[in-house]
């Protein structure tokens, strides 16, 4: 099986999705998704991580001085191609869980595919920040929707369908009710009930 996790910031996908690898005995790819595609492409894991799930501008701008946001424009769509080719080939190794980057989407025409998307409370979801990276809760609510923002952006930009529909996905999670463990227990059931 392939398993893609889409996830809201401080909803616990990326936890949930390392526990699960580990109890399936899937590999597990997150960052690794965007070391692979420096990999494979010749740019640098530096520019990947800048562009990494984040807004793209789709306006260019054509006064002098500007040039620099049409480069940046096109290098996004570079780095996206690259991360997309890079989702396919390592799905085609089988078993592993992708976290984020369009990955439902990229790879929708498979048939051993089971799209996920975890969600929580945002009063959770600024909690765990809060811990997370010792932030204020000002502070944390501002990471969480900044970050949900530029994810729903990027998905809505390479996908043209709205990120967290559960349209999009065959499994959605309440990760604040249950817990990372619960998350774990509620996929790896979902996965016994489809291979019955």
């Known amino acids: 099986m392939i398993i893609t996790l889409g996830r809201q910031h401080g909803s616990g996908g990326h936890d949930i ?8 005995g899937y590999a597990c790819y997150d960052k690794e998704i965007v070391d692979h595609a420096a990999e494979s492409s010749g740019f640098s894991k530096e520019i990947f991580h800048s562009y990494d799930e984040r807004r793209v501008a789709t306006y260019v701008m054509t006064t002098p001085g500007y040039f620099g946001v049409h480069e940046g424009f096109r290098l996004n769509m570079k780095v996206a191609s690259a991360q997309f080719e890079t989702i396919r080939a390592l799905a085609d190794k089988g078993n592993c869980i992708f976290v984020g980057r369009c990955a439902d989407y990229v790879l929708r025409k498979r048939e051993d595919l089971l799209r996920v998307f975890i969600m929580a409370d945002e009063p959770y979801r600024i909690q765990t920040m809060m811990k997370r990276r010792d932030l204020t809760q000002e502070q944390a609510k501002k990471l969480v929707r900044e970050v949900d923002k530029d994810r729903s952006s990027y998905y809505k930009y390479y996908t043209d369908q709205a990120w967290g529909d559960a349209e999009n996905y065959d499994l959605c999670i ?14 790896k059931a979902y996965l016994s009930a489809c291979g019955d």
């Open 174 to 187: 309440n990760s604040a009710h249950i817990g990372v463990q619960g998350a774990v227990q509620v996929i």
């Open 17 to 24: 999705a390392r526990a699960l690898a580990a109890d399936l």
